[in-house]
Nanobody, 124 residues
Framework: QVQLVESGGGSVQAGGSLRLSCAFS????????MAWFRQVGGKDREGVAL???????DYTDSVKGRFTISKDNSRRSLYLDMRRLQPNDTAKYYC??????????????????WGQGTQVTVSS
């Protein structure tokens, strides 16, 4: 069972930056595929960034060039570096692990393990 704990959320003004962290346990640090999602209120959870098991990355179009996903295996932590934040980036951000084989990464049902989320609020 993979345990995930997010941190690093907060309130920033538009144009600012934040770094989200996701500490994970119960899984091998190497070769694990992980992702960041975000959710606004009762809307569907949206896939934001993927770090594949071989190190490849993918991003939703709205964050390309502004967000960077990375992982520190020694610290057993996943990160999301967010720059030039915009009000529409306001959401609760979740990290995910335990990806089902052949599942589409930005679909929530592809992932079996989730953290509790961390809130990001961007004011204009």
């Amino acid at each position: 069972q993979v345990q995930l704990v997010e941190s690093g959320g907060g309130s920033v003004q538009a144009g600012g930056s934040l770094r989200l962290s996701c500490a994970f346990s119960g899984a091998n640090s190497y070769g694990i595929s992980m992702a960041w999602f975000r959710q606004v209120g009762g809307k569907d959870r949206e896939g934001v960034a993927l770090l594949g098991s071989a190190g490849g990355t993918d991003y939703t179009d709205s964050v390309k060039g502004r967000f960077t996903i990375s992982k520190d295996n020694s610290r057993r932590s996943l990160y999301l570096d967010m720059r030039r934040l915009q009000p529409n980036d306001t959401a609760k951000y979740y990290c995910a692990a335990n990806r089902l084989a052949y599942g589409t990464w930005y679909v929530t049902t592809t992932w079996l393990s989730w953290g509790q989320g961390t809130q990001v609020t961007v004011s204009s």
